[in-house]
């Protein structure tokens, strides 16, 4: 893919493939269209919607995101073996503008997995991208492990790609290993040294382990890569990726000495990046840069007097400009479908009237329960019970008892395919003893990996968003909800995760985690 310009940057987004194997990620077919379709309006330019042959749900996943795009590249990644990339391009082919992307280990390390000697590593990369390229005129091509491989042999396998068709040359920091001068240095290094280096687009692919991420991709672009590989909200396994929101608001504040230009509209990212987080279950820390809660949150006295007198005291960059809202209006039970819809547009919502139907009945509740009701409790109205039309499991009614008397009691109706059951449970908390009836009225083995409770706004009336994490046999999903009785939110949390199980547990053997060799980066 060409670049406009020699300082334009193009941004290749891999939330669908890299962020979704980050463990207890994985979305919904629904969820994947989604967030392809909110990256596609954003401008981002390239979209790595899946790893097609992991499973039947992405292989789907990704045929449907490649016939929605309007406009930017669809992409699927495969192994270097042909079998992957027919099935790459069987489900690429139908984007108006696609590509693949193949890709092979090449340090010592990642060799000695297949077994393959230079010689033979070398051959096979000749013979699958030229193959690739013979189904389609984009491909882009990866050494994993790149920053750990020798640089001669390096140097050898880029210049193989470039001449059996590749027009794209990533370079992965697959174990977030590298710093930034090496990083800027890789790539100066290989587009001065290799033939044909300059009739390419080098990009570069980074990982956080170190926490350097965004410094080794912008030092990357500094070294001549025009493409940088990302995920929203730096979603990703181990660490995480490049965060998108991160390097591309580096690059328009600090123009000065990064002179590169996106075609991202970043008043988009806030809603993208919460999307993000309900749909993965990922929530942003407080102080993550640019989509974080604290990001444009002033406490010391000092800071807020700067801030009244010129906001550039304090800030180096607008709310508006990453699409948060100039006001947090308050809505209350007295507003209205017409206001409800006006502030759900604000945040980057539009509904049909049969949704907005269900979010006003919804509001109303919650507005009877709370005084004041933010755009963070309308963001957790709207995401709360998305799945809930297709749930197998659903909390009917839960009552529970707790003190310093002793266990907390929990007595739960649920409905189990479309059967009402009744559980009472005590443990240790009423927490425990509710998860403790989920368990009764549904036997399961899942191992609770993670429970969080955050406040979704300040006040003892806040509305609290749980997150419930779960494994079952190599399988992990994670769920979400949120309520103003945490032991509500609790419950509902934990068996929505029940239901996404449920889901995971339906596609034996599609899991993308059960196949080898399956991360790029």
């Known amino acids: 893919m060409s670049t406009d310009s020699k300082d334009r940057v193009v941004i290749f987004d891999t939330t669908l493939r890299d962020g979704e194997q980050s463990p207890g990620a994985t979305m919904t077919h629904d969820e994947k269209l989604e967030i392809a379709g909110l990256l596609d309006e954003m401008g981002v330019d390239i979209i790595e919607a899946g790893f097609p042959i992991a499973s039947e749900g992405d292989f789907n996943a990704v045929t449907e995101i490649a016939k929605n795009a309007k406009n930017s590249v669809i992409c699927g990644l495969s192994r270097a073996n042909f079998k992957d990339i027919d099935r790459c391009w069987e489900a690429v082919q139908h984007a108006k503008r696609p590509r693949i992307h193949t890709f092979i280990g090449t340090s010592p390390l990642h060799r000695a997995i297949p077994n393959l000697t230079q010689d033979e590593m070398a051959e096979r990369i000749h013979d699958t991208v030229t193959h690739a390229r013979n189904l389609c005129d984009n491909v882009q091509w990866s050494p994993m492990d790149a920053t750990r491989t020798e640089w001669d042999y390096l140097k050898r396998v880029v210049e193989i790609a470039i001449k059996a068709g590749a027009s794209t040359i990533n370079i992965p920091d697959t174990v977030g290993y590298t710093a930034p001068v090496e990083s800027a240095d890789l790539i100066r290094n290989l587009i001065a040294e290799v033939p044909g280096a300059d009739e390419v687009v080098f990009a570069t692919h980074c990982h956080n382990d170190l926490g350097m991420a965004t410094a080794n991709s912008l ?133 049909a009237d049969n949704q907005l139907n269900d979010v006003f009945v919804r509001f109303k509740e919650l507005a009877d329960r709370k005084k004041e009701v933010y755009d963070e409790d309308l963001l957790a109205l709207v995401t709360a019970g998305e799945d809930a039309a297709n749930d197998r499991l659903v909390i009917t009614s839960l009552r529970v ?104 547990r339906d596609k034996v053997g599609q899991d993308r985690r059960e196949i080898s060799y399956k991360d790029v980066s």
């Open 219 to 351: 030092a990357a672009v500094a070294g001549g890569a025009r493409q940088i590989e990302c995920t929203i909200n730096g979603l990703g396994e181990r660490a995480g990726n490049t965060a998108l929101e991160e390097v591309v608001m580096a690059m328009k504040v600090r123009g000065d000495i990064m002179p590169y230009h996106t075609g991202i509209d970043t008043t988009k990212i806030m809603h993208l990046s919460r999307r993000v987080s309900t749909v993965s279950g990922f929530q942003v820390q407080p102080n993550k840069a640019i989509v974080g809660k604290n990001a444009f949150a002033h406490e010391s006295g000092i800071h807020q007097d700067g801030m009244l007198k010129n906001a550039e005291t304090f800030e180096i960059m607008r709310p508006e400009d990453v699409g948060l809202t100039e006001t947090n209006i308050v809505m209350g039970k007295h507003s209205g479908r017409a206001a409800l819809r006006s502030k759900l547009k604000d945040l980057g919502y539009e509904l």
């Open 401 to 504: 008892a707790c003190g310093t008397g002793g266990p907390a009691d929990a007595e739960l109706v649920m409905t189990i395919d479309g059967e009402e059951k009744t559980a009472t449970q005590s443990g240790d908390g009423p927490v425990d003893a509710t998860f403790k009836a989920v368990r009764e009225l549904y036997p399961n083995n899942a191992h609770l990996s993670l429970y969080q409770v955050h406040a979704v706004t300040e006040g003892t009336d806040a509305q609290a968003t749980v997150s419930v994490r779960l494994e079952e046999d190599g399988n992990i999903a994670t769920g979400q909800s949120a309520d103003t009785d945490t032991v509500v939110a609790s419950a509902k949390a934990y068996v929505n995760a029940l239901n996404r199980l449920l889901v995971r």
